[in-house]
C-alpha cells in the first residue's frame, strides 16, 4: 500500500520548506529526478507496463548524447521543474526543446534553460511545433502540475498531441488533471509515465488521472516529515489469501448465507453463488423462496455443493456471513430474508436491491456494502444529502468516505478504481481491475468473493478487518477479470475465474 495525499496535503506541507526559503532547492530536486528518470527512459531502463490502458511508446534512442527531449511548459512552477531538468539535459548532451504555452514561465527556470543552451518553441507556433514533435524522443508534459482545479467550467488544454512514438512523461500530474480528484480538462495527454514529486497525489490513483498517467514513480524531496498521517491508501497488490489452516473443516472456514436471485433475476444469485464457492469457504447455503423455484433449480444445477433451504430453516444457524441483494429485485419473501439478516448480529455484504433496507441505526457487526456510483448517489440522496451518480464518480474518495461515515459501514465504491472506505476516514483505491469488468453481473460476482472472505473474518470482525477483507475480494475479483481475454467475457467466466486467479504472496 502507498500513502496518496491531495493537492492541498502536499502544497500544505511544502509551505513550511517554502517559508524557510528553501523553494529553489525542492524544485532542484524535483528537477534532478525528472531529469534521471527521462536519463533511465532514454536508456531503456524504465520499465513500463500496460496498466492504467495507457500506450507504451516505442522509442527510438537508446542512448541519452544527441538525443532530442521536448517539455510543454507552462506558467508556473510545474513548467519551471521541467526547464530545469532540460538544463540538466543538456549537460548530458541532450538536445532539448521548450515549447512554451502560455507567454509567461519560470523565470529563474527559463534563464538556467537558456543559459545551457536549449531551444524555445511557442506552442502557439502550431506549424514549428508540429514538425519538431515528430523528431522527439521524450516529450515532458509540464503545463500544470498541482496548480489544476478542474471546476464546472472546462479550461481545454488544446495541445498538440505527439506521435505515438515519443514516449511522453508527466511532470508531478498528467497536465490538466485534478491533483484531489482525477478529474481532467478536456485535451489532457495520456502519459507513458509520470514523475511525482514529494508524494503520490490522489488524482493519479483515481479517475481519468490514474488512467492518464502510466506507471507513476514518486520522487522524494524531502517533505515526508511535513506530510500529515495517511487517510487514502494506493492498494495495488494482490489479495492476501491463505489456504485453510491444517485442522480446518466446513463450519470453520467460512459459511456464505446467500439472499440473492428472484423468480425475475435467478442467474444474479447462481452468479454470486459459484463466485462464493470458488472463492474457497466451508459451505455456501441460499435462501431459496417459494416466490421463486426457477433460481432455486438454476442454482442446484450450477452449484451441487450449495445447500438450499427455504427461509427460517436451520442450516442458517451456520452462517458466518451473508451476502444479501444480488437479483432480488422486489421480491417480497427475498426482502423479509435481507431484513432478518440485516437484523442480525453477523457481518453482511449487502448489495443492489438490498440497499434501500438498511436500517437507520447502525449495526453491531461488520457491514460492508457495495454500491456502484448511482447506487451510492441514492442511498446518499434518500438521506437527505442530495448528490448525483456523476458527482459521485467524479470524486470516489469524498464521497465513498463521506458515505461510510453517514451510513457507519464500510463502503465499497465499485468503479474503474475501488474504493473502500471505513467510518473513521480511511480509504484503500484497489486498482488493477481492467475495463472489460464493465459487464453486466460482474457486481454480482464481486458481491459472491467479498461475502467468502468476509466469512473468514469472524463474527467479531470490526470494520478495519472488515475494510481488509473487501479490499482482497476487489483485488481477487480483478486478478480473475485479468486472466480472461482482453476482448471481454460473460460475468459466469469471471465467476468462474476466480477459482483460478493466481493470488500467492
Ligand atoms: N511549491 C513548491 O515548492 C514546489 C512545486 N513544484 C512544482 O510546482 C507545481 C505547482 O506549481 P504552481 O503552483 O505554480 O502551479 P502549476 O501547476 O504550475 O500551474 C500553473 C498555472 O497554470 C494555470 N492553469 C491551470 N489550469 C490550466 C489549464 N487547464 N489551462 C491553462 N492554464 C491552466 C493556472 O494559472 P491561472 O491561469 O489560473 O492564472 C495555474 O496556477 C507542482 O505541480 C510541481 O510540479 C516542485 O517544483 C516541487 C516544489
Ligand atoms: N471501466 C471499468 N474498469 C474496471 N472495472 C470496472 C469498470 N466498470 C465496472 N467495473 C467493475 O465491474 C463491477 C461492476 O459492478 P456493478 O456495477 O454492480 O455491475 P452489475 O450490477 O452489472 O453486476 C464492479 O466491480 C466495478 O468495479
Redesign the pocket.
Known amino acids: 500500500m502507498r500513502p496518496a495525499y491531495s ?1 492541498s496535503e ?2 500544505a506541507a ?1 509551505q513550511p ?2 517559508d524557510a526559503g ?2 529553489p532547492e ?2 532542484r ?3 534532478r529526478g525528472l531529469a534521471q528518470h527521462v536519463i533511465a527512459v532514454l536508456q531503456g531502463t524504465t520499465p513500463v507496463s500496460q496498466q492504467g490502458g495507457v500506450a507504451v511508446s516505442g522509442r527510438r534512442a537508446s542512448r541519452v548524447y544527441g538525443a532530442r527531449v521536448g517539455a510543454y511548459v ?9 526547464l530545469f531538468a532540460l538544463a540538466q539535459l543538456r549537460g548530458r548532451g541532450v538536445d532539448a526543446i521548450a515549447f512554451t ?2 507567454d509567461r514561465w ?1 523565470d529563474d527556470g527559463m534563464r538556467a534553460f537558456r543559459a545551457a543552451g536549449g531551444r524555445v518553441v511557442p506552442a502557439v507556433d502550431r506549424a514549428a511545433a508540429a514538425g519538431l514533435l515528430f523528431t522527439l524522443d521524450v516529450l515532458i508534459d ?9 471546476g464546472a467550467a ?4 488544446d495541445l498538440p498531441v505527439p506521435p505515438a512514438g515519443v514516449h511522453v512523461v508527466a ?3 498528467p ?2 488533471v485534478d ?1 484531489d480528484t482525477g478529474r481532467a ?1 478536456p ?1 489532457a495527454l495520456a502519459a507513458a509515465t509520470t514523475v ?3 508524494a503520490l497525489k490522489r488524482g493519479l490513483a483515481v479517475g481519468e488521472g490514474r488512467s492518464l498517467a502510466g506507471d507513476v514513480t514518486v520522487v522524494d ?1 524531502g517533505l515526508g516529515p511535513h506530510l500529515p498521517g495517511p487517510s487514502v491508501w494506493l492498494c495495488e497488490g494482490p489479495a492476501r489469501l491463505d489456504p485453510p489452516v491444517w485442522n480446518a473443516h466446513k463450519y470453520s472456514r467460512g459459511v456464505v448465507g446467500l439472499v440473492a436471485g428472484s423468480e425475475q433475476y435467478p442467474g444474479a444469485a447462481v452468479l454470486a453463488a459459484r463466485a462464493a464457492v470458488n472463492a474457497g469457504i466451508g459451505m455456501l447455503v441460499v435462501v431459496a423462496p417459494e416466490s421463486a423455484p426457477t433460481m432455486r433449480r438454476m442454482i442446484l444445477e450450477a452449484c451441487p455443493e450449495a445447500i438450499v433451504a427455504a427461509p427460517g430453516d436451520g442450516v442458517f444457524d451456520r452462517v458466518s456471513a451473508w451476502v444479501l441483494g444480488p437479483g432480488i429485485g422486489d421480491d417480497a419473501d427475498q426482502r423479509r430474508s435481507v431484513e432478518r439478516a440485516l437484523s442480525s448480529d453477523l457481518p453482511v455484504v449487502v448489495d443492489a436491491s438490498a440497499l434501500p433496507y438498511l436500517p437507520e441505526t447502525p449495526r453491531r457487526a461488520a457491514t460492508v456494502l457495495t454500491p456502484h456510483a448511482g447506487e451510492l448517489a441514492s442511498l446518499l440522496s434518500g438521506r437527505g444529502i442530495p448528490v448525483s451518480a456523476s458527482d459521485v464518480s467524479g470524486d470516489p474518495i469524498r464521497w465513498a468516505s463521506r458515505a461510510a461515515e453517514e451510513l457507519s459501514s464500510v463502503v465499497v465504491l465499485k468503479g474503474p478504481t475501488t474504493a473502500v472506505a471505513t467510518p473513521d476516514g480511511t480509504v484503500r483505491l484497489v486498482t488493477g481491475a481492467p475495463s472489460t469488468l464493465a459487464t453486466a453481473g460482474s457486481g454480482d460476482v464481486l458481491a459472491g468473493v467479498t461475502g467468502a472472505l468476509l466469512s473468514q473474518a469472524g463474527q467479531e470482525a470490526g470494520p478495519e478487518a472488515a475494510a481488509e477483507r473487501a479490499e482482497d475480494a476487489v483485488a481477487l475479483h480483478a486478478a480473475a477479470a485479468r486472466q480472461l481475454p482482453a476482448h471481454g467475457f460473460g460475468a459466469s467466466a469471471l465467476a468462474d475465474s476466480v477459482g483460478e486467479a493466481d493470488d500467492r504472496h
Do not use: K, Q, Y
Not at 507552462?74 to 521541467?82: K, L, R, S, T, V
Not at 472546462?154 to 488544454?157: E, G, I
Open positions: 493537492g502536499v502544497r511544502e520548506l517554502l528553501r523553494g525542492l524544485m530536486r524535483a528537477a507552462g506558467p508556473g512552477n510545474n513548467g519551471g521543474d521541467a504555452t502560455h519560470h509540464a503545463v500544470t502540475g498541482t496548480g489544476t482545479r478542474v472546462p479550461r481545454p488544454l511532470c508531478d500530474l497536465s490538466g491533483a480538462e485535451g511525482t514529486f514529494g524531496i
